[in-house]
């Protein structure tokens, strides 16, 4: 690809923390294909994501209005290989920001809701929600207001859970990896012998849990003692990731996890910054009107290889994903 200068966006309102967010302008596509294959998972995803009573739930049975697909594409299959399905995502404003397709289509499909507010918690340190729509913390939510909201919470945050009834996507359930498990797509790991064996790579994640919090990823080709920060191929290259017997003594100590087969990251060399590994980010949202799901497009997100875990970092880097032909 021709290669595009980095650009650095601050997001955030005045008086308040702001994501320093490094863009390029980098379009990679995904196919309609994909996009077809991405719509057919939600639509499974959401006839066995614990039932919670919320407004989107009783009005349009679904458990959430926005959900985002972090995944990687499968050129070979012309399908989406699915890491997680976040069932309350932020970055749809960041999503606007750097692809004005993704923007449109939002608001295309934002028409057809009513009113919504998003609703924070005191301590939550920036955000894109503003870039969309409305955002107050808990305690400015006028007490006689109607308005929908999103909830920027954790689970366990009590004070919130009133508000499901007006929620557009989970509150109390937010972060519930149970449906993977009745998908097939991981499965309930208690004990050491029932990880994987030896050379096989493997992502260990909480029953529920947001923002890559207590994920352990196994590279393949990590050894069973130090961890594969330490470890290099015969060729002198990194094997990021956890080894087996920290694994072992991550399962330990939560009791019960979720086990998933390793996904490969996509691997590019970007601008002047050298080889990365890339996940892809693809946002849908729920169209009232028309009962559909609507893929808005989405974001890829990269850190130098062979970092692993692909989540906020400082030197992460993001940029476009568009809907080919």
Known sequence: MEATALRTCLIGQPGRDHWQVTVLDELRPITPAMVEH????????????????????REAGLPSLIVRLDCVPDWERNELQICEIDDRPQGFGVGGEINYRFRERFAEVRASWPRVTVVSCPHRRGGDDYLWTD????????????????TRCEPTQTEFWP???????????????????RLGWWRTVTRPEDLPGL??????????????QNIL???????????GNKKRRADGTKVSGY??????????RHGKLFCQPFIAPVIAELADRGKHNLLYRISYAFCLATRQWVCLGGTWFARPYPQLLLHGASD??????????
């Open 316 to 325: 992460a880097i993001v940029g476009p994903v568009v809907i080919g032909d």
């Open 199 to 212: 050379g096989q790579g493997f992502c260990l994640k909480p029953t529920q849990g947001s923002k890559c």
């Open 135 to 150: 955002e107050c913390r808990l305690a400015e939510l006028p007490a006689d207001s109607k308005t929908l909201v999103v």
């Open 217 to 227: 990823i196994v590279h393949p080709e990590c050894g069973p003692g130090a961890s």
């Open 38 to 57: 991405g719509r057919r998972l939600i639509e499974e995803w959401a006839n066995v994501f614990p039932l919670e009573e919320t407004w989107v739930q």
């Open 163 to 181: 508000l499901a009834g007006r929620a557009i996507a989970p509150v109390r359930t937010e972060g519930d990896k149970s449906y993977g498990e």
């Open 243 to 252: 080894s087996r017997n920290q694994a072992e003594a991550h399962l330990r």
